[in-house]
């Protein structure tokens, strides 16, 4: 159980163009989820809190109107990079909030890697 | 504010050595942690955590962690490393909102 997937897995783009990346927790329900960038060779950023059905709370420093997010139901969450940039390749990994008990646990997608060019 | 130091970037053991890896954290009230590992181009993937009671928590593959909180760590420790745990290693520490902080991660090399 707790599995989260994330799609695409790869992606290519060209600059000034828009990118969505789609995270789905597959056997659980998900109220919170979590969108990190990781640079290469570095630690996860938290780039915002995706809160079902409201809006998404963002971390100090990341654009709200750069980076979308939307998390329409309680199993999907998606981030979409609009006018994508160089700056903004990165490999950009979800995770979703199942709350066990007392205490909640972070489960993790497998990561979208993004190139623009 | 929380914070999580991993002060090894990277470490090397040989195949069959043990292995102990390090994590000091900072938070203000009883902390959650975790321990994840993620493979080259992956996500990652949780092998243990600790939310309260028992303070040596045992988790998949083999691993395990001690929490102890008078030196505010947790480290992860596993008595036999295989090649297969070659890979990168985060702590992380949360709280009951799960605003989670991650380690800048370690990486492990195993050796033949």
């Known amino acids: 159980g707790a599995v989260v997937s994330q799609h695409p897995s790869r992606v290519i783009c060209k600059s000034g163009t828009s990118v969505k990346i789609e995270c789905r927790s597959l056997d659980f329900q998900a109220t919170t989820m979590f969108w990190y960038r990781q640079f290469p060779k570095q630690s996860l950023m938290l780039m915002a809190t995706s809160n079902e059905g409201s809006k998404a709370t963002y971390e100090q420093g990341v654009e709200k109107d750069k980076f979308l997010i939307n998390h329409a139901s309680l199993t999907l969450s998606t981030l979409t990079v609009t006018s994508a940039h160089p700056e903004d390749s990165s490999f950009y990994i979800c995770s979703a909030r199942r709350r066990q008990g007392f205490a909640d646990t972070q489960y993790f997608g497998p990561g979208t890697r993004l190139t623009v060019l | 504010a929380q914070s999580v130091t991993q002060p090894d970037i990277h470490i090397t053991v040989s195949e069959g050595a043990s292995l102990e890896l390090r994590c000091n954290y900072s938070y203000g009230a009883t902390p959650y942690l975790f321990w994840y590992v993620q493979s080259p181009g992956q996500g990652l993937q949780l092998l243990l955590k600790?939310?309260?009671?028992?303070?040596l928590v045992q988790g998949i593959k083999g691993f395990e962690a001690e929490f102890k909180r008078s030196q505010s760590s947790f480290n992860l420790r596993k008595p036999s490393v295989h090649w297969s745990d070659a890979a990168e290693y985060f702590c992380?520490?949360?709280?009951?909102?799960?605003?989670?902080?991650f380690g800048a991660g370690t990486r492990l090399t195993v050796k033949p």
């Open positions: 992380a520490v949360g709280g009951n909102n799960n605003d989670m902080r």
């Open positions: 600790y939310f309260s009671g028992d303070t």
